[in-house]
């Protein structure tokens, strides 16, 4: 199994529709979510990030958060075509030193909005 | 204030040559991470600092592979006796703060060196 899990699309979504991103984690003690949105050709920038249950609003977008089924998702409304990019769910996982302070990311979902 | 900056930008070079590639994190920033990106994949963990302290080295692939960072300040990820499946995108990042959950665990970004063996 691998450690960050997400369905690599593409996933394609009608203008204005809700995109629904999922991500699966191995580790029970990870406690830092991200997720990160990465262009074509660009690296990867920070969307949001969500450390306890339930669900965090940041304009369009929301990340959810269960842990106890290791399952973390990102919700963007009123998909536009400029989102169309590849998602990447990136967690805190145990490290060398015995802290969570290794963060190890998915592999990605690509995401098209058309028009 | 200055992102994360990396150079060079593109780097080609011969099989079997060595090459460095260079980070300069974000100022204050405590922990760097290296990153590798092959075309159409997803980032690869590499090694990651956090002050002082010794590095997590146990996504090196192999021991072509090294970094090196000097207190707080820039990192140098080296590759020894380049091999054609070493081409990629090399990404590094820095964050403020390592410990557990808090907000300063977000990690930002280089625009990377992307780096062609041929």
């Known amino acids: 199994q691998k450690e960050v899990e997400q369905n690599s699309g593409p996933l394609s979504v009608p203008e204005g529709a809700i995109a629904s991103l999922n991500c699966t984690y191995s580790?029970?003690?990870?406690?830092?979510f991200f997720w990160y949105r990465q262009y074509s050709g660009k690296s990867p920038e920070l969307i949001m990030f969500?450390?306890?249950?339930g669900d965090k609003e940041d304009g369009r977008f929301t990340a959810q958060l269960n842990k106890a089924s290791q399952y973390v998702s990102l919700l963007i409304r009123d998909s536009q075509p400029s989102d169309s990019a590849t998602y990447l769910c990136?967690?805190?996982?145990?490290?060398?030193?015995?802290?969570?302070?290794?963060?190890?990311f998915g592999a990605g979902t690509r995401l098209a909005v058309h028009p | 204030g200055a992102g994360v900056s990396q150079s060079p930008s593109n780097k080609v070079t011969e099989k079997g040559k060595d090459v460095e590639l260079r980070c300069d994190p974000i100022?204050?920033?405590?922990?760097l991470y290296w990153y590798r990106q092959r075309l159409g994949q997803g980032l690869e963990f590499l090694i990651y600092?956090?002050?002082?302290?010794?590095?997590?080295k146990s996504g090196l692939p192999s021991d072509r592979f090294s970094a090196e960072r000097t207190g707080e300040s820039v990192s140098t990820l080296t590759i020894q006796r380049t091999q054609q499946e070493d081409s990629a995108v090399y990404l590094c990042?820095?964050?403020?703060?390592?410990?557990?959950?808090?907000?300063?665990?977000?990690?930002?970004f280089g625009p990377g060196t992307r780096l062609t063996v041929l």
């Open positions: 990042a820095s964050s403020l703060v390592v410990e557990g959950a808090g907000e300063g665990d977000e990690q930002f």
């Open positions: 580790d029970r003690g990870s406690q830092s």
């Open positions: 969500i450390y306890s249950n």
């Open positions: 990136a967690v805190n996982m145990l490290g060398f030193s015995g802290g969570y302070n290794k963060l190890i």
């Open positions: 100022s204050g920033h405590t922990a």
């Open positions: 600092f956090q002050g002082n302290s010794a590095p997590d």
